[in-house]
């Protein structure tokens, strides 16, 4: 098993790699019906595609997205649907300098010590390229989610010590000595009704942490104050409730929108922290896989600070997640189930 799909009724799975001629995503599960057209993937591709800026790798492809089945005259039909998106801008000759040494940070050493052997060009399937064909799969989810009523605000905010907003000079003095950051996320899910998720080992918030936590780079998570909260107070911490119009909402939100694993109906705050990127120009010390000390100082063209770039697969992870929570929690009251089935008169139950 090596771990490529995720979810459970709208259940992703990722294949490709970074220097292969494509990669994408199957999509199953997604209801029936949805308008779906190759343009709609644009913007969210579009985010995740390096700009060509002070904060991305050289490495530019369209990444224009194929759909290649379960959609027919313009809507989803139920069935699997299959995303194509083509690698249009490998140089595999970039990393045959690394094929026989492993990068310190990056997932080489680990592979090899799993498999016995590794695709190094670019990574394979450990390189930040597979996140593409999440963020494929987070545009279907996201407009499923939209249907509802329910929007997401995704932004980096920090960008190593510095805040986003001022990180502009700090990014280039770390670029031109070869260098790279860490960074951080902060993702919003807006309008996600109270009721989802699961109490015990399906958690929202655990299931929200393990699907950021599955992104290359993410080192840490947090829900509403996250850490935070473990320097807090009950008082300082706890949501006190309120009711406002019939509805039961709260005066704060330290939880981050998830009580008991399920959502409250406040907004759902996560904040994805990236470590620095692994490939950098300067030299560190290494081994060969013959076992033989060496230097080595990656070339190749890599992003300086992931955040950026991911701030879209976190979001589009969040999304795949949240979706699959709420199809789940179709099924968790006999009187929904009921009335999905037309029993308009509830269920039949013995006195
Ligand atoms: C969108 C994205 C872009 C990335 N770009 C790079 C890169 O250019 N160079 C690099 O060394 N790592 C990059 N990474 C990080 C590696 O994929 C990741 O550090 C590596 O797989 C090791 O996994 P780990 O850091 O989760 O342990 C990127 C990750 C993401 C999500």
């Given at each position: ?185 902060l993702c919003v899910a ?14 929202l918030d655990?299931?929200l ?12 998570v947090d829900v509403g104050d996250g850490?935070l909260a ?9 949501d ?12 704060t939100n330290h939880s981050g929108g998830i009580l008991?694993?399920?959502s409250t109906?406040n907004d759902i705050v996560l904040r ?80």
């Open positions: 098993m090596s771990g490529s799909s995720f979810g459970t009724i709208f259940r992703v799975t990722t294949w490709g790699e970074s220097h292969g001629p494509a990669l994408g995503a199957v999509v199953d599960g997604c209801p029936a019906g949805l308008p779906l057209t190759e343009d709609d993937f644009t913007p969210l591709m579009n985010r995740r595609r390096p700009d060509g800026g002070l904060m991305s790798t050289a490495r530019s492809e369209e990444d224009r997205v194929e759909i290649l089945s379960g959609v027919f005259e313009g809507r989803t039909t139920g069935t699997p649907i299959s995303l194509l998106i083509r690698n249009t801008d490998h140089i595999s000759s970039d990393y045959s300098s690394i094929a026989g040494i492993y990068r310190p940070g990056h997932a080489d050493f680990g592979f090899d010590a799993k498999y016995g052997f590794r695709d190094y060009r670019g990574g394979g399937r450990s390189s930040g390229r597979e996140t593409a064909a999440r963020v494929a799969a987070g545009v279907i989810a996201e407009k499923v989610l939209a249907s509802l009523g329910i929007s997401f605000e995704t932004n980096v905010v920090r960008i190593g010590d510095v805040p986003f907003a001022e990180s502009g000079e700090y990014v280039r003095k770390l670029r031109s000595k070869g260098d790279s950051a860490g960074s951080e996320v807006r309008g996600v009704p109270a009721g989802i998720g699961d109490p015990v080992f399906r958690k655990a299931e942490a393990g699907a950021l936590f599955s992104i290359g780079a993410v080192k840490a850490r473990a320097r807090s107070t009950g008082s300082a911490n706890n006190a409730f309120r009711a406002e119009s019939g509805r039961v909402v709260t005066r008991g694993g399920i109906g994805a922290y990236f470590k620095p990127t692994p490939s950098i120009g300067l030299t560190q010390d290494t081994v060969t896989r013959d076992g033989v000390e060496c230097e080595t100082a990656i070339r190749g063209r890599h992003d300086p600070v992931i955040g950026p770039r991911a701030a879209v697969v976190v979001e589009s992870m969040a999304a795949i997640t949240i979706l699959d929570a709420l199809l789940r929690g179709m099924s968790a009251r006999l009187d929904s189930v009921a009335g999905f089935y037309g029993r308009e008169e509830g269920p039949v139950l013995p006195d």
